[in-house]
């Protein structure tokens, strides 16, 4: 099962990229973790991403491309769901040639609906453990009174000023990728917003009809 999931940022992409992952066994594929990793181990795709990261702004296609490529490939070219990636028309047509070459087109892209009063919402409270990655939202889900506080981190992207810069980023260029998957007949759209568990049965429903010979649980 190939599927990719684009939305703007804070549409709880990474949320249902993992329960994805968890419920058919596919490998979750974020570009946004894969860069913040290279960036913390300094590897030279990291030092060169950095800033732009910090600054909420996208990192040079061919930077992301090699990233996302080797992940694909260490997947074996199947069962993944990608998460923030492609994020330009140059990324989404490498993918598609790349996918054509090593196994065969996406099954699905889920675009993801949420209006952004609810995205600054989201991000502006949303909190994570240094070390495992957790998502909190400071109202939602807050951090459970028995995690050291000094491990709960904000990400320099889910500042005010940064978030603004990612829903522009987001609208002048990847909001096209939308309409080159929508040609191509593979865009499905979601209802993002309410609790995440509703969104997730959302998603399997529209899954489910898709013959996927390769997924593996239900
Ligand atoms: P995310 O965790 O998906 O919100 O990504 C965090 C940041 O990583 C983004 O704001 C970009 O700076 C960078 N990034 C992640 N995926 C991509 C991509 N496909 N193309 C360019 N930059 C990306």
Redesign the pocket.
Known sequence: MRIALFGP?GAG??TQASLLAERWGLRHI????L??EAIRSETPIGQK?AH??RA????P?EL?REL?EEAIADAGYDDFVL??????VQ?ATWLTDFLRRHAGPLHAVLVFRIPDGVIVDRLSKRRIHKETGENFHLDHKPPPPDVDPDLIIQRR?DRPEAIQR?LE?YREETQPVEAYYRERGQLIEVDAVGDFTDVHQRIVDILKPIPLPTRQKT
């Open positions: 940022p992409k990474g974020s570009t946004g973790n860069l913040r991403a732009y990261v909420g702004q996208l990192v296609d992301v996302a998460d923030g990636y492609p994020r330009t990324q992207d990612r980023v």
